[in-house]
T-cell receptor, first 119, second 111 residues
């Protein structure tokens, strides 16, 4: 149980374009989804937390107008990187949790990640 | 700022040996601690979690927690080349499933 699917697994785009990344919970209802970013040889950094039907909460230093998060259903959250630039090239990973499978302290269920390269 | 510290390595151990991975954290109020394994280019996968002081064993893996010293470790017995990966320590730092990750320790198991 607790399968999280992320798509695409990799994407290359030109500078100035927008890219959408999808995160789906396949066998549970994800009331909360987390979006992380990982630069090479660095730690996972939480970008934002989204609750179904609510606006996302962004971590300090993350531009909410650049990284648009939509969590309109209990099985899907999307992250759109708008006007992408080479410095946005990174590994983006989502994590999903739900009331029936997660608690305050329970482990995270990660998607497979998306490698974004902006040229 | 709540921090999680790990030596980035690489830590090299011969096949069959015990690998010891260490992590310290700054927030004394942390209640839950996780070890994830991450292969290059892949997403992290959960290895162990521990909530109470002491040891927790699962197969070849043992997690050790000492809240007084703010220290958590992961022991891997009978290390295999397939264990070669980066091991991320993660600590719940307040908030629903809100964790802070360390930079990860790269483990190399030499055949």
């Amino acid at each position: 149980g607790a399968v999280v699917s992320q798509h695409p697994s990799w994407v290359i785009c030109k500078s100035g374009t927008s890219v959408k990344i999808e995160c789906r919970s396949l066998d549970f209802q994800a009331t909360t989804m987390f979006w992380y970013r990982q630069f090479p040889k660095q730690s996972l950094m939480l970008m934002a937390t989204s609750n179904e039907g609510s606006k996302a909460t962004y971590e300090q230093g993350v531009e909410k107008d650049k990284f648009l998060i939509n969590h309109a259903s209990l099985t899907l959250s999307t992250l759109t990187v708008t006007s992408a630039h080479p410095e946005d090239s990174s590994f983006y990973i989502c994590s999903a949790s739900g009331q029936r499978i997660s608690s305050y302290n329970s482990p995270l269920h990660f998607g497979n990640g998306t490698r974004l390269t902006v040229t | 700022q709540k921090e999680v510290e790990q030596n980035s390595g690489p830590l090299s151990v011969p096949e069959g040996a015990i690998a010891s991975l260490n992590c310290t954290y700054s927030d004394r109020g942390s209640q839950s601690f996780f070890w994830y394994r991450q292969y290059s280019g892949k997403s992290p996968e959960l290895i162990m979690f521990i909530y109470s002081n002491g040891d927790k064993e699962d197969g070849r893996f043992t997690a050790q927690l000492n809240k007084a010293s703010q220290y958590v470790s992961l022991l891997i017995r009978d290390s295999q080349p397939s264990d070669s990966a980066t091991y991320l320590c993660a600590v719940n730092t307040g908030g629903y499933q809100k964790v802070t990750f360390g930079i990860g320790t790269k483990l190399q198991v030499i055949p």
